[in-house]
């Protein structure tokens, strides 16, 4: 079949007929095609094979008569492991060995919905419903050797991709016996493996993409290469709203290599940036003519933006009253009436998320409507609605191939660089690859919300919490990405967290005060709950010290008398920390916790001062709450991971404004933390199985900072209220 | 533009190219080796770590030119099958996360561990320095080149 009916006819077609998606997806011969569909008029998704079900079919396992076995994973890898760990799910109850399986990356198909790696979503999220495909799966083949063999079920076991019969030996593979599985009615409630014969599930597996990354043969996005490719490299504005006015192209166009100019416009959520493209047949004659491009910008008022001057807005701010989020009991009576009052403002700036790949997408046009895109991203279905909404082509007239992500961090689930590469394309009668450069990446956002929290505490005389206020002070990702005017329902988003922890404080009222602004703001790893987690935990940890108690006793005896997920953590935490051996002089330790929507997580942070006022961290103890672990090695990476990225985050860098513009362009001046400065982290994993499942890659990130600026109050009395700090000063 | 002639990984390329060029382009885009990655076009992350004459280079900054009659090894080059000791190494301890800076991570080991057949950690953090890695890699990176080291002088 030619690419252009396979796009015309994507693989989301209902009543799939098995031979096509057999063509769609290079295997040879029928075989057992199963998945997830819904019938019409359906809420739940059912299983469901291609050819024997009427319904939508995402198929997830693809067994053809060669003996092929392919499995969907629609969660894209950015460094997280869902490369292994989402076909593991399915692996573990099919009875096949990771090596067995073809990991095929969805593209963006209707038909598997949401296929967005974010959230800390893929495990927690598929769990139960792949491994029930897989199950089905099995017990489809199963069924067919029985009748083949003319044997009873109970006779007959699958392992490694083969079925085996008990009493006599005899065997049958998975692709001898597909073809006749294929046909057999859908299970629709397969019995689902015990954990305790787990093969895979909850083994430090090795993962299959760990080869091609050492060796330089993992293909990224920026690492496709199309015949007849040319490349683009793009002139934009660093003042956010600028108008483009003209531009002198004289030069550019005498750098031998360049094509043509394309001028078109940046889109990010609801915003539109204008930008220039120079077309080259390489990509440094195209980064030369940008150089070289004259542009003439009209900054429209926004060349005075100043974070100084923003961060003064949100201190004035802080003393408004905004819209309550949670209020239980009587906060300002109690608050009024505490013998002993508390308040401090924590001040968190605008970062990057800075992937180690710059942003990039390839793009292809096959005639007038008709796109191919080729690209690292967080998801999928995002890249075609957001080309779609941009570019006014249906949906289904895009493919995608989701290539490894060189990091994502919330980066690439805005897919403003695929929009721009397909507007670019659009114009050349060529495959056209645009790479960004680190200063747009660094320049360009969108970028975290600063976020300021103004705390209040009232505490009885013998420490009691009488009265407790979170207020969170903030623009908002939706009203700058989304263009929201109404303003109104970001007040949930942007207070993640702060009134479902599980301490119990009386008389607790939160609230939101919205600030405008005009620069792009995104999620960024752990998304709010990075920056207000270090106001809410440093806080608890000012009320403790008020009161007089540690910390961490403070929290478990007097805020969590009942018993919690977090009360069992902390109460992990201090045993694998030996949170009650003394330290050496001139040392201190810290503690901190967050539960969000990602999960719960939490740090006890050991740390030494030094004559220079300098603060080196000794030790890193982490504890992560899951219920059910799929690859314990990739949960130590991500915590490890996350730490590194709270670290660089809490004492490194910022973005910040000046006239319009973002002072830091590049890693000499928005530095991350290297080797050098990267302590050991020690990570414990509470998992005792069962349905209960929470996510892996955020809940490593907020509790690091708060724990780090405790353990340095620990050892100094210094209190650590504005992010980043200089660690070598404090 | 100038014919310019590479060795690379042992293998002649001859190609046309502007002399002012990174090498980091001209071993992607022009030889076509794609494990050498852009990450910040001013030596400040390591990604397009490769050797050249044996020492350890930046290819973003290096023109391509100046890398011409010398012996260039990119990643692709250190062995054929994942065999090297440094990615013995790396399996084991299962180092990578997105991956993307890994080329160059090992490429800038692979140098300290010639010069230095028993680095210490700080031996190691300095050689490493140059090398960042956003998924936060660090620890493991440590321990691998320890285990590379052992594996070398087994």
Known sequence: MRLKEMIKQPASRGDLDRRRFLQLTGLSGLGLVLGLGWKPGDEEAIVAAAGTTAVNLSAYIIIDSSGTISIMNPQPDMGQGTFQSVPAMIAEELEVTLEQIRIIQTGGEKQYGRQTSGGSNSIRGNYQKLRTVGAAAKEMLILAATQRWKVPVSECYASGGVVYHKPSGKSLSYGELAVEAGRLPVPQQPVLKDPRDFKIIGKNYPRPDVPLKISGKAVYGIDVELPGMLYASVAHCPVFNSKLVSYEDADTMRVKGVKKLVRFQRALGAHKYDAVAVIADTYWAAYQGKLALKVKWDYDGNDVFDTDVYEQTLRELSGKEGTVVHSDGNFEAAFSSAPVQLTALYELPMVSHSPMEPQNCTALWHGKDLLEIWVSSQGADRVKDEIARNLGIPRDNIKVNILFSGGGFGRRLYNDYAVEAASIAREVDAPVKMIWTREEDTQLGPFRPPTFSAMKAGLSADGKPLAFQHKVISPSMGSTLEDKKDTSGESSSMTEGISTQAYELPNMKNEYVFSQIHIPLAAWRSVTSSTVAFAHECFIDEMAAKAGRDPLQYRLDVLLTKDSDTKRLLLKLKEVSYWDRPLPAGWGRGVAQYEFFAGLGGYVVEVSSTNQSGIHIEKVYMVIDLGTVVNPDMVALQVEGAATMALTAAIKSAITFTNGQTRQTNFHNYPLVRINEMPEVEVHIIAEGGPKIKGVGEPGLPPFAPALANAIFAATGKRIRKLPFNINKV | ?154
């Open chain 2, 1 to 154: 533009m100038a014919s310019i002639t590479l060795t690379v990984n042992k293998k002649k390329y001859t190609i046309e190219a502007d002399p002012q060029m990174p090498l980091l382009w001209a071993i992607r885009d022009i030889v076509g080796l794609k494990g050498t990655k852009f990450g910040c076009g001013m030596a400040q992350c390591g990604a397009c770590t490769v050797h050249l004459d044996g020492e350890a280079v930046r290819s973003c900054v290096t023109l391509v030119g100046r890398a011409e009659g010398q012996e260039i090894v990119t990643i692709e080059g250190i062995s054929d099958d994942n065999s090297h000791p440094l990615q013995k190494a790396w399996i084991e301890f299962q180092v990578p996360q997105c991956g993307y800076c890994q080329s160059g991570q090992i490429m800038s080991a692979a140098v300290l561990l010639r010069e230095n057949p028993h680095p210490t950690d700080r031996d190691i953090d300095e050689a490493m320095m140059g090398n960042l890695c956003r998924c936060g890699t660090y620890t493991r990176i440590r321990k691998a080149i320890h285990r590379a080291a052992e594996i070398m002088n087994a």
